[in-house]
């Protein structure tokens, strides 16, 4: 496990190459850089392409072209996590050997029946903060008979970390991280942790070796990551890593969430639009200056 307790910070950039970047990354890939600058800190580029079936070689190509055009510089060679699933799946072998992780064939869909059949009968259910339904728990006390068979029937499945019992795993001590930023009504300092507002959350697919929340904090960690500079939407995913932060004994950064860049509808940007990718302003014309103007 890397050392983050040097006094050099080491800030991280970590695209996924399935679409091309927007405005939107360019803000979050220019604050990590001059935010480590400012501060004689490491910079650091991530390609998380785990998802094999939406991450494409062209756009890690466009990634490497997008970055090098604004004129950021990172050390070499890129992390991408393809190259490290054995590490995912160790982490994810830890937290089975605690009794912390379970299989679970329901899909969205067959939730998504559930709490609409809930709903009709007058009950309220429960949505974690990006407003999805909770998973129902119906398959959180298998027996290690009804279990095995899940994973001997070949039928694709998911492992989600029992909540309740991760947390009693964590221990009494307050479940906490640090925000040099501000969370969506303005929270900064140190934030109170509240990870079972999320359920029951996957930590891996039998079609993605890994979750974004569990391999965040394993390569967070790995690569000595000390100031986490991100987007204001994953504020409260935060609340999530910081569990598996106590769980896995990994060491926990400085976060910093920033502002979103909204498009005209109001909503942050999507790689679906076109018209807001870096390389569509280069392509107008645009310089890097341009795009630090417009932004910052």
């Not at 994810?92 to 029946?113: C, F, H, Q, T, W």
């Amino acid at each position: 496990m890397a050392d983050t307790s040097s006094a050099q910070p080491v800030f991280r950039f970590a695209p996924s190459p399935n679409g091309l970047l927007h405005l939107g990354h360019a803000l979050s890939a220019m604050l990590n850089h001059d935010m480590a600058q400012a501060s004689n800190g490491r910079f650091l580029l991530r390609i998380e392409d785990i998802d094999r079936t939406r991450c494409r070689p062209e756009f890690e190509t466009a990634i490497f072209d997008d970055l090098a055009w604004l004129g950021l510089e990172w050390e070499q060679p890129a992390r991408r996590q393809s190259d490290h699933l054995d590490l995912y799946a160790s982490a994810l072998k830890r937290l089975d050997d605690m009794g912390l992780v379970y299989p679970s064939v329901m899909s969205r869909g067959e939730i998504n029946a559930a709490v609409a059949e809930a709903e009709t009968k007058g009950r309220t259910w429960p949505r974690d903060p990006d407003g999805a339904p909770l998973y129902p728990g119906s398959e959180r006390n298998l027996g290690s008979e009804a279990r095995n068979a899940v994973i001997a029937s070949g039928k694709p499945h998911a492992w989600r970390l029992d909540m309740a019992k991760a947390a009693l795993s964590a221990g009494a001590a307050p479940l906490t991280w640090q925000e040099t930023g501000n969370g969506p009504e303005g929270e900064t300092g140190i934030i109170a942790a509240d990870p079972a507002a999320w359920g029951d959350v996957i930590l891996s697919r039998s079609d993605t070796p890994s979750s974004y929340h569990l391999s965040v904090v394993v390569d967070d960690a790995l690569q000595g990551i000390t100031h986490v500079v991100r987007g204001r939407d994953l504020y409260h995913a935060t609340a999530v890593h910081s569990l598996l932060q106590r769980l896995l004994d990994l060491p926990e950064p400085v976060y910093h969430h920033h502002r979103l860049l909204l498009g005209a509808d109001g909503r942050k940007l999507s790689k679906s639009n076109r018209d807001t990718g870096i390389q569509a302003f280069r392509e107008a014309g645009r310089t890097p200056a341009d795009i630090r103007a417009l932004i910052l």
